[in-house]
């Protein structure tokens, strides 16, 4: 160390001013642990409300996820429209905007809080939607708000802060520090900055150490024991990489192309629109017996365990599902709905590769379909990996996680946040004109 930086980092020591920095920094990212613990203990509450709520009356979900659905998207639109959708949209778009008014718009505490709220309710109401994404947006709004505590750096304060609770909040909610890290690299910020990485690291580990002080050390989907030899490795690899690529493309496709051509019926007609997707989804519950109701994190779990039973077009169905739900305007991300979706994929291929174990293919097809969905490969692949606590299927898992992003770009040519984020910035700019 040069004595220009020995006088540095002893004039930092003795400042006040950077000790209180350090102290907010360290506080926003303590609370976003305990935030992103809260709003998955009240989320796993209200799914399994609805759930016992369904066993007992099986006809309910088509007068309660209407209404829901209707009462949500009222409350949104009225008070908090930064709230829609799954979050991390908004936060990577946030990045690039430089009116105050409007990044306080979005990462606004009440925004998050509302958020927060409405996937409880969304949940309670049978919508098929996961916490995880809205986890991110609200952890980016928590460490956000120190701007307006503290004179940080300019680049911290302009895109650090947002990236840095980005990755806290997926690290808090899943317990995949490393998955944070990669999440902040190559899906938030395409244009990442390297002076960031300190920052944003140990952002991840306050986080994620207080979520994990609170629920204790686990993995998402426990601990799965999963070999493949590699004389099934390539089928595996090229059926679930395909069909994963395929039908997350497809999922990408499905909500761009129906946001784009049922956006103007559903800014004219929001309510009823709601209301529609609502006894959609209730039809879909009813034909799935229930199971296409809420995160699918059960589901997936019993796939992986293998005490899932028989759920014939479960997939499918849940993409349906997924999809109305986003559409329909309500806060709700994708995360956990498209993990769910690809574990049962690959249970759903693997008679085809009668040597390879199921729980083995259910987790190549979650890396696949999450990979098509969202188009970032490594994301997935940790992920995965963290989530499970397994690490032999590395090779096999990042095989497949490329080859579906290489299928689901031949069908949907635009990462599909991306995409999203592009489109909030011309909804931004276009409000932004004067009439």
């Known amino acids: 160390m040069s004595r ?238 395909s069909m994963g690529g395929l039908l997350g493309g497809g999922f990408s496709r499905l909500l761009l192309y129906g946001g784009a051509r049922l956006g103007k019926l559903r800014r004219a007609r929001p309510y009823g629109f709601a209301l529609a997707c609502g006894l959609l989804l209730a039809g879909i519950g009813y034909i799935s017996h229930g199971a296409t109701y809420g995160t699918g994190y059960e589901q997936a779990v019993q796939v992986l365990e293998g005490t899932a039973g028989e759920a014939p077009f479960y997939p499918l169905l849940k993409l349906v599902a997924t999809v109305i739900s986003y559409l329909s305007g309500i806060p709700g991300g994708i995360f956990a709905p498209s993990l769910s979706i690809g574990a049962s994929l690959g249970a759903e291929l693997a008679p085809l590769v009668p040597s390879a174990p199921v729980a083995a293919m259910a987790l190549l097809g979650m890396g696949a379909y999450f990979a098509g969905v969202v188009q970032s490969p490594i994301t997935a692949v940790v992920i995965v990996m963290e989530m499970t606590n397994e690490q032999d299927l590395l090779l096999p898992l990042m095989a497949t996680a490329l080859l579906a992003q290489g299928v689901s770009k031949h069908i949907s040519p635009k990462a599909l946040y991306m995409a999203l984020a592009e489109e909030f910035l011309r909804q931004w700019k276009g409000a932004a004109q004067p009439t």
């Open 4 to 241: 220009r930086q020995w006088q540095r980092t002893k004039r930092q020591f003795r400042s006040p001013t950077v000790w209180w920095l350090r102290f907010l920094f360290w506080g926003s990212t303590l609370l976003v642990g305990l935030v992103a613990t809260g709003l998955a203990l009240l989320s796993d509450a209200a799914g399994y409300f609805f759930q016992e709520l369904v066993s007992q009356h099986p006809w309910l979900p088509f007068l309660l996820t209407p209404l829901g659905l209707l009462s949500i998207a009222w409350l949104t639109r009225r008070y908090f429209p930064a709230a829609e959708g799954s979050g991390i949209p908004q936060a990577i778009a946030i990045l690039e905007v430089k009116d105050e008014q409007r990044r306080q718009e979005v990462l606004g505490l009440g925004t998050a809080l509302f958020k927060g709220a409405m996937i409880v309710l969304g949940l309670a109401c049978g919508a098929s939607i996961g916490r995880e994404g809205p986890t991110v947006h609200i952890s980016a709004a928590i460490t956000y708000s120190l701007s307006k505590l503290g004179r940080f750096p300019y680049h911290i304060r302009t895109r650090g802060l947002v990236l840095v609770g980005a990755a806290a909040g997926l690290s808090a909610a899943f317990n995949t520090p490393l998955a944070g890290i990669v999440f902040a690299i190559e899906e938030m910020s395409r244009s990442f900055e390297t002076r960031t990485i300190n920052v944003i690291f140990l952002g991840v580990v306050v986080a994620g150490m207080t979520a994990l002080a609170l629920q204790g050390n686990y993995s998402y989907f426990g601990t799965v024991e999963a070999k493949l030899e590699p004389s099934a490795s390539l089928a595996a690899i090229f059926l679930c990489g």
